[in-house]
């Protein structure tokens, strides 16, 4: 019935990078989450890429999973839908939140990222998306061709501490 792009090898594989959650009661269809937190607006781009902050989304690989085991039901219970539909509520359901989970969190990364760019880097949105089609490498390779063109604007500092100011004597 489904037929994802990677094998079920691939898929836990990819899997494996990732942390295994506990049940959630609130999240109950997510399985797993990044090992790494992300790191503070504050830090340096580089170091949030180097961290992973703007990686693949990791929601694909359990969707991925999720179609595997709904296509093994469907063996088990033959050639009856009925059947197969009463078992599958709770996969199918799993399967098209983690869909939009994973939509969501692609296109927040993706506008972070570039609103990161902007941030530190002498170009506009334009500019950022138009070296992003032409770069074939990874984001880390985007960054370094995109410090090479355009010049840093700023370091961004620590905010400051709120509350009274120090004394000055």
């Not at 295994?20 to 937190?37: A, C, D, G, T």
């Not at 929601?59 to 469907?74: K, S």
Request: charged share 35%.
């Amino acid at each position: 019935m489904y037929n994802p792009p990677l094998s079920r090898e691939q898929v836990e594989k990819e899997l494996s990078q990732y942390q295994k959650i506990n049940y959630n009661q609130f999240r109950w269809w997510r399985m797993y989450q990044p090992k790494n937190k992300p790191l503070d607006n504050r830090q340096p781009l580089r170091d949030r890429i180097l961290n992973g902050d703007f990686d693949f989304s990791c929601y694909r690989a359990q969707q991925y999973l999720v179609e595997y085991q709904l296509n093994d039901l469907l063996k088990e219970c033959g050639g009856d839908y009925q059947k197969y539909l009463e078992k599958a509520s709770v996969q199918l359901a799993r399967r098209k939140r983690l869909i939009e989970d994973f939509e969501k969190d692609e296109k927040e990364r993706l506008n972070s990222l570039i609103t990161e760019f902007t941030k530190y880097f002498r170009c506009n949105k334009e500019q950022v998306i138009e070296e992003m089609e032409k770069c074939s490498g990874e984001l880390i390779d985007l960054y370094y061709i995109i410090e090479e063109k355009y010049k840093i604007v700023h370091i961004p500092y620590p905010l400051k501490r709120r509350g009274r100011p120090k004394k000055v004597i």
